[in-house]
Structure formats: structure tokens, C-alpha cells
């Protein structure tokens, strides 16, 4: 891609090619499989034939809308039924009374009112879909009867709203980026056995759900074929069902492969523009896009691979450039997400203490635990960023100590901020889990660095934590996942300049060199401290 391309083309180009790959896709599947339908009938004539053809690639047009209205990279919650109807009311009474108040329009209400919307015109979109769809496939003269017509089409519709519930309930709408990256053809080809998989066990789903909705139906809308042509003819809408649910399940997947395929924000090397702003594009990338939007994941994906592997090490020693502002504004987009994440845990953490004597009490779940125990699956939401931008930082920090000329690295402040959010992110992420870190004085430790073992002066009476009080497997599972993630950076860390540290260990100096100054957003100072000998002893876990 050349740097002078707005980000705006990087998605359109890939919702572009998903079109294409579909209809390739869908075609491959769609004409074998019509052939086979129409094996030993009659031919159907050419309006037929040209109205299947157009309702087919209508439905899958109608699929690929409604996939661009719900398919996004971050799980946003959307409202409630309730919550959304409130949300509406407001709306139009304010439409029609006018109002200059805001306050029953916050920026999060409004975000889960249109996640909503967004999920109902999807089911909307599926149900329409679906209609067509089935229809293109098993509504020729050579399926159906003519009587029987809407009976069939009312069948799809009934598909088109299980599979998309199924869609929405599942949370399918999200893009789910691969840990490593692979060609998009042998990506497609690993997952086609699992999408016909699913697709069959939705077509059953789909095709009982229809059954028993056309027992209620009017006699003039069932099948009145003997025995045997129905069965025929039940067998035929069945495969007619399956045919299109891989086509769908074919179309999700695409989805999935093309936008969630690695982006190169970077001249091609040797250029001219590559010898004067190689950074520049990345970092307008990451400093101006709309947060949580597809190029700005794209952007920090790309930068966690540069920064991981050696392939492009041209790329990254651009970070290093000798004024050092390149890489402060790398490091400090990779540390503005973790700082975030630091503030909503210490608020949902804090938002859970009580004290012994509210214990009983607080057992009861009052509205205000629930929503502070959404702050903190909320908090978790951007767990793919956040695990990038950690990784970056852990592994753009070891590899300063090597690849940094001029040290900007150790001149800016850089590596004390990382290591000091980290740390600090750390403790807010053990403290969600549960794992209570209590500061130890300084006369515990010798001369030498070594911790004595002391006895546990913790109070009894001490606030539970929101994990003792209520195991939430959801919430429980990304905090682990992120602890690890944190862990292994400053580890990387640690790693790289193991030997400074334990000199400024021995010298007394290492919370001077390697913390900054200030009060933490979560814990104290000595905290942070202690936690730092754990690592650099390797007793951290």
C-alpha cells in the first residue's frame, strides 16, 4: 500500500475483494448444486433460470450488507429490549418537543443503541435474504409446484431468522484476528470442513424450525403431493437449505480471512519515500483513526509484527532515529490503551471493596455491583489491542538495549514509562483476579536484594475481591490471558537488560533508573518496586 492511500481505501479495497471472493465462492457451490436439483426433471425455462440467478446474488448482495453493518473487530455490547425501547422513546420525544438536555444521551447509550439497531436490521437483512435465497434454490417448477410456492418462500424466511440469531447470539460479527498470519488461501481451505460442519447443523435447526412453523400455516400455502413426491420433494428443500447455509458460512469466513489479513503501512523498501517518513504513515494510522476501527487495528498488528521479528528490522530501526521522536510516539500510542485499561479496572475494582460489616449485604448483587462488574468485561473488550500493544513495548524495549544507536530509548524516559505502566497495569490485572499485593517494607530486604520470608501482614477483615465474591468464567479467562501477556513482556524486558538491572539492584538505583517519577494509576510506588525484584529474580507469577 503507498503511504499516500487514505486509510479509508485499505478497508474499501478489502470490502471490494470479499465481494468478488463471494461471489466466486458462491458460485462454485451454487452450480454443481443446481445441476444436481434438476438432475432427471425437466428443463426450466430461461425466466426461471434468469430469476434464480438474480435472486441468488440479490440474497448474498442483502448478506454482505448486513455483515458491513455488524462485523467489527471490538465486542461492543449493544442494549437491552428494554433499554433500547427507552432509548427510542427519548429520542422521538425529543424530536418532536425539541430539548437542549443531553444527559439521557450518553456517548455509551448511544453506542449500545446503535449496536442494537445495527443487530436488528441484520436479522431484518437475514430474513429477507433468506427468503430470496431459498427461493433462487428450491422454488423452480422442478422443486415446487407452483401452489406451493409461498409455502417455500416463507420456509427461507424462517432460515434467514435462525441463522441469524444464531449470528447475534453467538457473537459471529466479530473479527477475530489469527495469532499468526498465513496466506489467505490456506486459510480459507483449514476452515472450509468446520464451516460445512456448522452449516449443516443450522440447516437441520432451520429446517425444523420451518416444519413446524408450516403446521400452522393455511392449507393453500402446504404441499399436496402424495407420499412419495413429498418426500422427494422435502429431501430437495433440505439440500436446497444446505446449499445455501455453506454458501453463508463460505461468505462469514471470507469476511473473517480477507479483513483480518496483515497491512503494510510502509513504502516498499529501497523508495524514496522510505528514506524520508517510512514511520509516518503508521503513526497517522495510529494517532488519528477513529479508535477501535478496523485500520486501527490493522495498524497496531502491524507494528506488533514489526517490532516482534526480524524480517523487516529496516522498518523498525526507523523507530530509533536519532532525535527520538519517532519512537516516542510509538511508545507512547502503545501505552495509552494500557493506561486506559489500568483507570477502568482501578474504578471497577475500587466500585467492588466493602468492608466485613456490608458483607452479607452486598451478597444480594445490588444494580450498582452489576454494573460495575460490566466496567470490568468491558475493560477487557479491547483485549486484542491491548495484548499488541503490550507485546510491542516489552519487545521494542529488549531490543533497544542492541539495536538503539543513540539511546534515545534510555534518554527520552522511555523504557522507565514502560516498565512503569506495565507494572502497574499488572497489579490492576492481579487485583481483578483476586491476588492481593501488599507492599513490604524496605528493611526486609538485604543488602544484597534477597527477600526475607516474613509472615503474612495482611488484616483478616481485608475487602473480598469481586472474584471471590462471584467466579466469572468470561471475565476470570481474559484477565488471565492478559496477566500472561503482561508478564511476558516485562519478562522480555527483564531479559534484555538483566544485567544493568541487577548492577542498579546492588547499587540501590534501580527504582531511579527503571520507574518513573509520580504516583502510579494503580498501587503505590513500593509496590511497583517489589514486583520489579520479583521479575528480575524470576519468582514472578
Known amino acids: 500500500m503507498s503511504p ?13 475483494g470479499f465481494l468478488i471472493w463471494q461471489s466466486i465462492a458462491s458460485a462454485a457451490v451454487r452450480l454443481p448444486s443446481s445441476l444436481l436439483l434438476r438432475y432427471g426433471a425437466s428443463s426450466s425455462s430461461p425466466a426461471a433460470l434468469l430469476f434464480s440467478f438474480i435472486a441468488f446474488h440479490l440474497s448474498l448482495l442483502l448478506l454482505s450488507l448486513g455483515l458491513f453493518l455488524v462485523a467489527t473487530p471490538h465486542p461492543e455490547p449493544s442494549s437491552s429490549l428494554p433499554e433500547l425501547a427507552a432509548f427510542v422513546l427519548r429520542a422521538s420525544f425529543r424530536f418532536l418537543f425539541g430539548g437542549s438536555s443531553r444527559s439521557s444521551f450518553t456517548a455509551d447509550s448511544t453506542r449500545r443503541a446503535w449496536r442494537a439497531l445495527a443487530s436488528a436490521f441484520f436479522l431484518l437483512i437475514c430474513v429477507v435474504a ?6 433462487a434454490v428450491c422454488g423452480s417448477s422442478t422443486v415446487v409446484d407452483r401452489d406451493s410456492l409461498v ?4 420456509r427461507g424466511l424462517v432460515f434467514g431468522l435462525v441463522y441469524g440469531l444464531h449470528y447475534v447470539y453467538r457473537k459471529r460479527w466479530i473479527l477475530n484476528f489469527p495469532i499468526i498470519q498465513r496466506p489467505l488461501f490456506y486459510r480459507f481451505k483449514i476452515a472450509l470442513l468446520s464451516s460445512v460442519r456448522r452449516a449443516v447443523k443450522l440447516s437441520v435447526q432451520a429446517y425444523v424450525c420451518s416444519v413446524i412453523v408450516m403446521l400452522f400455516l393455511p392449507d393453500q400455502f402446504k404441499s399436496k403431493h402424495k407420499t412419495g413426491k413429498l418426500i422427494i420433494q422435502q429431501l430437495q428443500f433440505f439440500i436446497g437449505t444446505i446449499i445455501v447455509s455453506i454458501c453463508w458460512e463460505m461468505s462469514h469466513h471470507l469476511l473473517q480471512v480477507v479483513h483480518t489479513k496483515r497491512c503494510i503501512f510502509a513504502p516498499p523498501k529501497g523508495s524514496a519515500a522510505a528514506d524520508t517518513n517510512l514511520s509516518e504513515h503508521l503513526l497517522e494510522i495510529l494517532e488519528q483513526s477513529n479508535p477501535r476501527s478496523l485500520i486501527q487495528y490493522l495498524a497496531y498488528l502491524d507494528l506488533c509484527i514489526v517490532s516482534e521479528n526480524n524480517v523487516e528490522s529496516w522498518r523498525r530501526a526507523a523507530f530509533f532515529e536519532e532525535n527520538g521522536e519517532t519512537y516516542q510516539r510509538v511508545i507512547n500510542g502503545c501505552l495509552k490503551p494500557l493506561e486506559q485499561l489500568t483507570v477502568r479496572l482501578a474504578e471497577g475494582v475500587e466500585g467492588f471493596s466493602m468492608d466485613k460489616s456490608d458483607f452479607l449485604s452486598k451478597q444480594l448483587n445490588l444494580p ?5 462488574g460490566s466496567k470490568l468485561h468491558e475493560a477487557f ?3 486484542q489491542i491491548l495484548s499488541w500493544c503490550a507485546r510491542c513495548l516489552g519487545a521494542l524495549t529488549a531490543r533497544s538495549h542492541f539495536e538503539d544507536r543513540y539511546g534515545v530509548a534510555q534518554l527520552t524516559g522511555c523504557n522507565k514509562a514502560v516498565v512503569f505502566t506495565l507494572l502497574s497495569c499488572l497489579l ?6 483476586g491476588k492481593k499485593t501488599i507492599a513490604q517494607p524496605a ?3 538485604s543488602p544484597a536484594g534477597i527477600r526475607w520470608v516474613t509472615s503474612n501482614t495482611g488484616k483478616r477483615d481485608e475487602a473480598p475481591s469481586t472474584t471471590h465474591k462471584k467466579r466469572d468464567t468470561a471475565l476470570l479467562g481474559k484477565a488471565y490471558a492478559m496477566a500472561d501477556v503482561l508478564r511476558t513482556s516485562v519478562y522480555q524486558i527483564v531479559s ?3 544485567t544493568d538491572m541487577q548492577a542498579n539492584a546492588k547499587a540501590s538505583v534501580l527504582e531511579k533508573n527503571w520507574i518513573s517519577e509520580g504516583k502510579p494509576l494503580y498501587g503505590t510506588r513500593e509496590m511497583l518496586v517489589q514486583k520489579l525484584h520479583l521479575f528480575l529474580d524470576y519468582r514472578a507469577v
Open 4 to 16: 499516500s492511500s487514505p486509510p479509508r481505501d485499505v478497508v474499501k479495497n478489502r470490502w471490494l
Open 381 to 383: 473488550n479491547d483485549f
Open 151 to 154: 409455502g417455500v418462500g416463507f
Open 368 to 372: 450498582s455491583d452489576f454494573r460495575m
Open 428 to 433: 490492576a490485572v492481579e487485583a481483578c483476579l
Open 496 to 498: 534484555g537488560f538483566e
Open 130 to 135: 433468506g427468503f430470496l435465497s431459498v427461493l
Open 443 to 445: 528493611q526486609l530486604f
